[in-house]
């Protein structure tokens, strides 16, 4: 089992940028699936972003394309989500979660931390 603890979410105005960071632990990362998912109030959770460690495979929603960047470091075993040009409609609860596979899907993810909150004020 991954435990992941994510960081990095806060108020911010629109077209600024933030940058999540989530810390895991109880085994390496290195083969897992690391995705980030969002849910805003009253809103299903959606996929954001992932990263697939050992093939370096890397996929972004595209409501978030081209203004994010999700990154790893196998070492540290950490993965981060750089947003920039932030706009209101990015204002969620960030999660950061762990699958085994390659996963797009939430109920995909097994592992999952306690989100950090991101709000984009106009």
């Known amino acids: 089992q991954v435990q992941l603890v994510e960081s990095g979410g806060g108020l911010v105005q629109a077209g600024g940028s933030l940058r999540l960071s989530c810390e895991a632990s109880?085994?390496?990362?290195?083969?897992?699936?690391l995705g980030w998912f969002r849910q805003a109030p009253g809103k299903e959770r959606e996929f954001v972003a992932l990263?697939?460690?050992?093939?370096?495979?890397?996929y972004y929603a595209d409501t978030v394309k081209g203004r994010s960047t999700i990154a790893r470091d196998n070492a540290k075993n950490t993965v981060s989500l750089q947003m920039n040009s932030l706009k209101p409609e990015d204002t969620a609860l960030y999660y950061c979660?762990?699958?085994?596979?390659?996963?797009?899907?939430?109920?995909?993810?097994?592992?999952w931390g306690q989100g950090t909150r991101v709000t984009v004020s106009s």
């Open positions: 990263i697939r460690g050992s093939e370096g495979f890397i």
């Open positions: 109880g085994v390496g990362i290195r083969d897992y699936t």
């Open positions: 979660a762990a699958a085994r596979s390659l996963a797009f899907r939430p109920y995909d993810y097994s592992d």
